[in-house]
């Protein structure tokens, strides 16, 4: 409806509920009601089929803890210096208009935040179990949150001792519990056959479930570690041979991998399960290795994570156990037996539940080769958008995009992020859409100011905010502690809506549209 309206007119253009019974009996007050609530639903009636879709991408990022890749920096840190850290890295990722990090909480058995279970992490604090009065899990969720970013909690479920660290405190599980942990080349590894350790590693990401505002549990590809040889070259078992006697002997018929599958396959069930039942919200992500097996059919060649890291992801995918699922697809395009595109393709096709599905990509690998370019990573990020039914990748990590590898932040803003994007809706998860907000606008000046007030009990995440003048449509995504924008009233705007949008990217009905000249 393009209709423009005089000054008087807009003056009048507001419904809002009678202050005083009386005025409901006075003719002419009802007659201006009525009249603009006939106004206002033409208008929304009009405007309801030109409404531009905001851009629907998850774009994220990955930050390592572990060995200090990408935070801390360094574990001598001040807290001070800690909280600058987080600051400047949430400012880059707003900068870049990224919407999601994913940080890593629990590298081997140990805490990036306070946790009564598992001891504070050396790259944290200098020396496992050394306690500190900050909590960068808590503080990283604040801040994120008031830039409109998600905030996914990374956890290694099964890692015990990485070779990086050079303490171990009294309360870490390898002495508490020493009977669950397996020595393994040079790490520690709980032992994915114990029971004891399927509850005990549930235990430890539920309490994070529970008492932090995640968006989002994750893990990455590390399930039984990767294979280590002898100085023969031979591969060195993992040393469950305890447990898998004890198998047999209860009668157990399964292949030793089968039986080692089926017992991370019951972990990541009960992840899903206590988690959604905890806060149905809360995302439950998977990067695994990127390739399932081996594909002669593609041409696929590479390490077979079905076999060696007895991690069926494609069973996680096909079972809809998961939301999402960030295969880990770190080659070029060119790269033989392992082109990015071909195995996403593949991947796609396995996706027979429509879920998620946001690739995994290597930022931190530009300049490694001469295919592997920034430009490669852009042109990975557009191939993703041709997925359905839903877009979004996870870059391995931070540090590349902090250190501009390949002058890589210039060009993800001038050519894939140059507009803000919420993240794709997960349809599956049974959920009501927030309400629309209630908004006014407001002359100040040369703006125009719209202010709304958050509606009814679902949270927002984001606001969208649609403007319509003699060019058409434009919106801003803003993040919900925005409860304003101004615009310049050079643009004659004609209509504005402001739409909720929760964390499950579900957006409100459109409710209202206010005219302008």
């Given at each position: 409806?393009?209709?423009?309206?005089?000054?008087?007119?807009?003056?009048?253009?507001?419904?809002?509920?009678?202050?005083?019974?009386?005025?409901?009996?006075?003719?002419?007050?009802?007659?201006?009601?009525?009249?603009?609530?006939?106004?206002?639903?033409?208008?929304?009636?009009?405007?309801?089929?030109?409404?531009?879709?905001?851009?629907?991408?998850?774009?994220?990022?990955?930050?390592?803890?572990?060995?200090?890749?990408?935070?801390?920096?360094?574990?001598?840190?001040?807290?001070?210096?800690?909280?600058?850290?987080?600051?400047?890295?949430?400012?880059?990722?707003?900068?870049?208009?990224?919407?999601?990090?994913?940080?890593?909480?629990?590298?081997?058995?140990?805490?990036?935040?306070?946790?009564?279970?598992?001891?504070?992490?050396?790259?944290?604090?200098?020396?496992?179990?050394?306690?500190?009065?900050?909590?960068?899990?808590?503080?990283?969720?604040?801040?994120?949150?008031?830039?409109?970013?998600?905030?996914?909690?990374?956890?290694?479920?099964?890692?015990?001792?990485?070779?990086?660290?050079?303490?171990?405190?009294?309360?870490?599980?390898?002495?508490?519990r020493p009977d669950l942990v397996r020595k393994y080349g040079k790490y520690l590894w709980l032992d994915p056959t114990e029971p004891d350790v399927q509850r005990y590693s549930l235990s430890v990401i539920l309490d994070v479930v529970k008492r932090y505002d995640v968006d989002g549990v994750h893990f990455d590809d590390y399930f039984y570690p990767y294979p280590e040889k002898d100085a023969g070259g031979n591969r060195i078992e993992f040393p469950d041979d305890k447990n898998w006697q004890k198998y047999k002997n209860s009668g157990g018929k399964l292949s030793r991998d089968d039986w080692r599958r089926k017992n991370v396959n019951d972990f990541i069930e009960a992840v899903g399960r206590e988690t959604k039942r905890i806060k149905?919200?809360?995302?439950?992500?998977?990067?695994?290795?990127?390739?399932?097996?081996?594909?002669?059919?593609?041409?696929?060649?590479?390490?077979?994570?079905?076999?060696?890291?007895?991690?069926?992801?494609?069973?996680?995918?096909?079972?809809?156990?998961?939301?999402y699922l960030s295969p880990q697809l770190y080659w070029e395009t060119a790269r033989k037996g392992l082109s990015f595109p071909v195995l996403l393709e593949w991947w796609q096709n396995q996706n027979v539940k429509n879920r998620h599905l946001w690739a995994g990509i290597a930022t931190y690998r530009i300049g490694s080769n001469a295919d592997f370019t920034a430009g490669e990573i852009v042109s990975q990020i557009?191939?993703?958008?041709?997925?359905?039914?839903?877009?979004?990748?996870?870059?391995?990590?931070?540090?590349?995009?902090?250190?501009?590898?390949?002058?890589?932040?210039?060009?993800?803003k001038s050519n894939v992020y140059k507009t803000d994007a919420i993240i794709p809706a997960s349809n599956w998860i049974k959920s009501k859409k927030p309400a629309a907000p209630k908004t006014e606008i407001k002359k100040d000046g040369d703006k125009l100011k719209i202010i709304w007030q958050e509606q009814g009990k679902i949270k927002a995440?984001?606001?969208?905010?649609?403007?319509?003048?003699?060019?058409?449509?434009?919106?801003?995504?803003?993040?919900?502690?925005?409860k304003s924008i101004a615009l310049s009233a050079d643009r004659q705007i004609w209509q504005i809506v402001v739409t909720s949008v929760d964390r499950f990217g579900n957006e409100s009905p459109i409710r209202k549209s206010i005219l302008k000249q």
């Amino acid at each position: 409806m393009n209709k423009k309206l005089s000054e008087e007119e807009i003056d009048t253009l507001v419904v809002e509920q009678a202050e005083t019974e009386d005025a409901w009996e006075k003719p002419i007050f009802v007659k201006r009601v009525l009249i603009a609530i006939c106004l206002l639903l033409l208008c929304v009636s009009a405007q309801a089929e030109t409404l531009p879709k905001p851009a629907r991408e998850f774009r994220a990022v990955w930050v390592a803890t572990v060995d200090n890749i990408d935070f801390p920096s360094k574990r001598t840190l001040s807290v001070d210096e800690q909280k600058a850290e987080i600051v400047k890295m949430l400012e880059l990722s707003r900068e870049l208009k990224l919407n999601a990090v994913v940080f890593q909480v629990r590298p081997m058995c140990d805490a990036l935040y306070d946790s009564k279970i598992e001891p504070w992490s050396e790259f944290l604090t200098g020396k496992m179990g050394t306690p500190q009065n900050f909590d960068p899990l808590q503080f990283i969720i604040e801040e994120a949150h008031a830039r409109g970013i998600l905030v996914h909690a990374w956890f290694n479920p099964y890692r015990a001792y990485h070779p990086s660290a050079k303490t171990v405190s009294e309360n870490h599980i390898s002495k508490r519990r020493p009977d669950l942990v397996r020595k393994y080349g040079k790490y520690l590894w709980l032992d994915p056959t114990e029971p004891d350790v399927q509850r005990y590693s549930l235990s430890v990401i539920l309490d994070v479930v529970k008492r932090y505002d995640v968006d989002g549990v994750h893990f990455d590809d590390y399930f039984y570690p990767y294979p280590e040889k002898d100085a023969g070259g031979n591969r060195i078992e993992f040393p469950d041979d305890k447990n898998w006697q004890k198998y047999k002997n209860s009668g157990g018929k399964l292949s030793r991998d089968d039986w080692r599958r089926k017992n991370v396959n019951d972990f990541i069930e009960a992840v899903g399960r206590e988690t959604k039942r905890i806060k149905p919200h809360v995302l439950y992500g998977i990067s695994p290795f990127g390739i399932w097996q081996p594909i002669p059919e593609k041409d696929i060649k590479g390490l077979n994570a079905y076999a060696e890291l007895y991690a069926d992801s494609r069973k996680w995918l096909q079972d809809g156990t998961v939301d999402y699922l960030s295969p880990q697809l770190y080659w070029e395009t060119a790269r033989k037996g392992l082109s990015f595109p071909v195995l996403l393709e593949w991947w796609q096709n396995q996706n027979v539940k429509n879920r998620h599905l946001w690739a995994g990509i290597a930022t931190y690998r530009i300049g490694s080769n001469a295919d592997f370019t920034a430009g490669e990573i852009v042109s990975q990020i557009e191939t993703t958008r041709r997925i359905e039914p839903s877009a979004g990748n996870i870059g391995f990590s931070f540090k590349s995009l902090r250190n501009d590898l390949g002058g890589i932040q210039k060009l993800l803003k001038s050519n894939v992020y140059k507009t803000d994007a919420i993240i794709p809706a997960s349809n599956w998860i049974k959920s009501k859409k927030p309400a629309a907000p209630k908004t006014e606008i407001k002359k100040d000046g040369d703006k125009l100011k719209i202010i709304w007030q958050e509606q009814g009990k679902i949270k927002a995440f984001w606001f969208v905010v649609y403007a319509k003048d003699k060019n058409g449509w434009s919106y801003s995504i803003l993040p919900s502690a925005t409860k304003s924008i101004a615009l310049s009233a050079d643009r004659q705007i004609w209509q504005i809506v402001v739409t909720s949008v929760d964390r499950f990217g579900n957006e409100s009905p459109i409710r209202k549209s206010i005219l302008k000249q």
